[in-house]
Antibody
Framework: QVQLVESGGGVVQPGGSLRLSCAAS????????MHWVRQAPGKGLEWVAF????????YYADSVKGRFTISRDNSKNTLYLQMNSLRAEDTAVYYC???????????WGQGTMVTVSS | QSVLTQPPSVSGAPGQRVTISCTGS?????????VHWYQQLPGTAPKLLIY???NRPSGVPDRFSGSKSGTSASLAITGLQAEDEADYYC????????????FGGGTKLTVL
């Protein structure tokens, strides 16, 4: 069964850090690019970051560039998102998603909530 | 403000047909990049509904169809059912400086 399971969310103070994980199963993780997408409460979807299948290239939304780092460990079938200098506007459900050969987000995790608040 | 523009809401009675538009520009849809559509039921993660402008993943009913023309795309739902009530998002790729993967703002479908 193809599955993505996020973890690591929680409540953090402004300026703090958090690392999210996304465990993949049911497909050859090392063959696919992976994304992080977030959704603020009551808002729409916002693409956050992308990493190529081999980790050779990484891309970020302007809103998180310089603060967030996407990475992966293909030996552990796991995707990560290191979030530093967190702001209130980073409060959202964070989803990991697999990039399909047709460049769609074809598999999504269930999401993990990140709340930035003092 | 989203790079791709969708109507905030649409509605229809059971059995009717509704369409949701997604308007982009020459740096995304108009540049030839594919449009994909996602359905998000209340309290759940998004699910891929249409990929590559008009293709349905396995398991998606043929009541859902997609099309693309110029700088716009559309999602059509025929034979509306109560369980179709959800948020729908279009998504494409943008080649501008602040681009990459972009989503529409989402459309809330209400089944009357």
């Amino acid at each position: 069964q193809v599955q993505l399971v996020e973890s690591g969310g929680g409540v953090v103070q402004p300026g703090g850090s958090l690392r999210l994980s996304c465990a993949a199963s049911g497909f050859t993780f090392s063959s696919y690019g992976m994304h992080w997408v977030r959704q603020a409460p009551g808002k729409g979807l916002e693409w956050v970051a992308f990493i190529r299948y081999d980790g050779s290239n990484k891309y970020y939304a302007d809103s998180v560039k310089g603060r967030f780092t996407i990475s992966r460990d293909n030996s552990k079938n796991t995707l990560y998102l290191q979030m530093n200098s967190l702001r209130a506007e980073d409060t959202a459900v964070y989803y990991c998603a697999k990039l399909s050969p047709g460049r769609a987000f074809d598999i999504w995790g269930q999401g993990t909530m990140v709340t930035v608040s003092s | 403000q989203s790079v791709l523009t969708q109507p905030p809401s649409v509605s229809g009675a059971p059995g009717q047909r509704v369409t949701i538009s997604c308007t982009g520009s020459s740096s995304n849809i108009g540049a030839g990049y594919d449009v994909h559509w996602y359905q998000q039921l209340p309290g759940t993660a998004p699910k891929l509904l249409i990929y590559g402008n008009s293709n349905r993943p396995s398991g998606v009913p043929d009541r859902f169809s997609g099309s693309k023309s110029g700088t716009s795309a559309s999602l059509a739902i025929t034979g509306l059912q109560a369980e179709d009530e959800a948020d729908y998002y279009c998504q494409s790729y943008d080649s501008s400086l602040s681009g990459f993967w972009v989503f529409g703002g989402g459309t809330k479908l209400t089944v009357l």
